[in-house]
DNA sequence: TCTGGGGTCCTAGGACCC
DNA sequence: TCTGGGGTCCTAGGACCC
């Protein structure tokens, strides 16, 4: 039943930007071109994006900015924290240039898009996304690399190729089987998409050590040790096309989560309260813009993970009678929670807000108790956004989300470049 | 009060991705 | 001292029903 939906062979192209962040930040700094930079997450935590210089070095990626310090400091890499409003911007302009590339395309992150060549009448593929790439760098000054093959696991397969390559593109749809295998041969399980830590490890037990020995795995073996996902990766790898191509545009979310660690550990209730109450009105104002209602509520604090004998991690779930997207009842259930929740003396390290069992407001809106009071609703939200997305988030706000608290993530690395900001314009010198 | 089996639905938790 | 955030999908197991 898995196999039956493929009968024709696709074409698939995976463009990935590469060191998205770094690439980013590189833009407006020229200085940074040719040395080693990476770019830490959230509180300046881990690393999340490196150059190809820092991956040289031995920055690995994920790891924790103070277990490489020495490293950094050693060989003069420059540090940035993320600056995610401008990524953000420079990954809608690369994909705004892939639509004109394919019809069929699936935005899969911030820095990747698949697209489905398939029905396009292309006379030679490799020219086709050696002109994408080149006309992506012309266009934002962003580097990527593409790769092609028939199914979606294999044109991951060729872009990890490409990252390679000087030309960074590989196309997989013309090469024979016996190459495709050999290929498979030299990449670590580990590296094939939709295999991680855990799977690999089984994988390793059992002699599967790289791509080629998981193609050719009995799928009786597979689909008794491992699930669905591992028998679709399979079959993937043999060119059968089976993982669902999301070409949406707007595929609605079904759950969202806003959560940040402290940028030092909280003790009170209050400083908590500000923290939850920042994140449920940053997730009420997302899903209003994606014209969402919230069906339950979870909120969670914890400490942190990495203290294991004091871990603690409290969460409570709370189902609405009505789905809302009024951040005042949103608010007062996500408070009232946290009130219930609380123990004192334990030193926080991250809180957050999930909503789950979104739906979209149209279809619910009939089955409303009081019209009238959701218009009401309705437009004091429109109000509180429109303010928000004029004068910068959180400039109008429901609660107390303590504008300077000591808690607020730490950014002591931030390029605090803007794209809508004049003076960040980069000066050209013409002699 | 004791006995069985099979179906559905829901949820928590895990694994994976970038 | 210091270890990200936001998603999706799948499964096992419990609750409930007949």
């Not at 069906?295 to 004091?310: A, E, G, L, M, R």
Request: proline share 2%; charged share 25%.
């Amino acid at each position: 039943m898995l196999y039956t939906k493929c009968n024709k062979k696709k074409i698939i192209a995976l463009v990935d930007c590469n060191s998205f962040y770094v690439s980013c930040e590189r833009l407006f700094n020229p200085k940074i071109k040719n040395v080693p930079v990476v770019v830490l997450s959230n509180n300046d935590g881990c690393v999340i994006s490196r150059s190809t210089e820092a991956k040289q070095i031995g920055i690995k990626m994920g790891e924790p900015y103070f277990k490489v310090k020495h490293l950094v400091k050693k060989n003069n890499i420059a540090v940035f924290s993320s600056n995610y409003a401008l990524y953000g911007d420079l990954s809608r302009r690369v994909m705004n240039i892939l639509k004109k590339f394919s019809s069929c395309i699936e935005y899969y992150s911030i820095d990747e898009a698949f697209l489905d060549l398939t029905d396009m009448i292309i006379e030679n593929i490799n020219d086709y996304i050696v002109e994408m790439k080149k006309i992506i760098y012309q266009y934002t000054g962003i580097p990527v690399s593409i790769g092609v093959a028939s199914t979606k696991t294999l044109a991951k397969v060729a872009n990890f190729l490409a990252k390679k390559k000087d030309n960074g593109v590989e196309n997989l749809t013309i090469r024979s089987s016996n190459e495709i295998n050999s290929i498979l041969q030299k990449i670590d399980v580990r590296d094939i998409w939709g295999v991680g830590s855990q799977l690999s490890k089984l994988y390793k037990k059992n002699n599967i050590n790289n791509g080629y020995e998981l193609k050719i795995k009995n799928t009786a073996w597979i689909r008794k040790n491992t699930n669905i996902i591992g028998l679709k990766t399979v079959a993937e790898l043999n060119g059968i096309s089976c993982i669902d191509f999301n070409d949406g545009e707007n595929a609605p979310r079904k759950s969202c989560c806003v959560s940040r660690s402290f940028g030092k550990k909280v003790e009170t209730l209050q400083e908590l309260e500000q923290s939850i109450t920042s994140h449920c009105l940053n997730a009420a104002e997302k899903i209003r813009q994606d014209q969402q209602l919230v069906k339950s509520v979870v909120i969670f604090i914890k400490t942190s993970p990495f203290d294991q004998s004091n871990f603690i991690s409290l969460s409570k779930k709370v189902d609405l009678p009505i789905a809302t997207d009024d951040s005042f009842v949103l608010l007062d259930i996500c408070l009232k929670a946290l009130s219930e929740i609380f123990i004192k003396g334990q030193k926080y390290q991250k809180a957050g807000v999930f909503f789950l069992g979104l739906q979209n407001k149209e279809n619910y809106q009939a089955n409303l108790f009081s019209i009238k009071d959701s218009e009401k609703s309705g437009k004091l939200m429109k109000i509180l956004d429109d303010a928000n997305l004029k004068f910068g988030r959180n400039f109008m706000s429901v609660g107390d989300v303590g504008f300077r608290g000591s808690w607020k993530m730490r950014r002591d690395y931030s390029s605090r470049i803007d794209t809508s900001d004049f003076e960040c314009l980069p000066t050209v010198n013409s002699g």
